[in-house]
Nanobody
Framework: VQLQASGGGLVQAGGSLRLSCAAS????????IGWFRQAPGEEREGVSC????????LYADSVKGRFTISRDNAKNTVYLQMNSLKPEDTAVYYC????????????????WGEGTQVTVSS
């Protein structure tokens, strides 16, 4: 079971990025997926969660109205569209999946992908 986050990069404040979380070794269809981020010296923060069907989506207050989570189960991929980026969004972004759980919020995430760095310059 592997998750791989990609799509990070360097962007100016106000810009956009789309992160992807691709799964291998299992099918994402039945699982809620979460996005997290961790900035240097800070604790990991939950950013967003999407249910297996895509019908339920949760966002941290800090990203509401700017970030959109979505999924394409046919591609076994979950996305995080990030608009109106701010310097405080700079962090390593991770995606995660639970061993069990199709809805959000997820009580415990068991599988974590390697992160992708997002850097927002002012």
């Amino acid at each position: 079971v592997q998750l791989q986050a990609s799509g990070g990069g360097l962007v100016q404040a106000g810009g956009s990025l789309r992160l992807s979380c691709a799964a291998s070794g299992f099918t994402l269809d039945y699982y809620a997926i979460g996005w997290f981020r961790q900035a240097p010296g800070e604790e990991r923060e939950g950013v967003s969660c999407i249910s297996s069907s895509g019908g339920k989506r949760l966002y941290a207050d800090s990203v509401k109205g700017r970030f959109t989570i979505s999924r394409d189960n046919a591609k076994n991929t979950v996305y995080l569209q990030m608009n109106s980026l701010k310097p405080e969004d700079t962090a390593v972004y991770y995606c995660a999946a639970p061993l069990y759980g199709s809805s959000c919020p997820v009580l415990e995430y068991d599988f974590w992908g390697e992160g992708t760095q997002v850097t927002v310059s002012s």
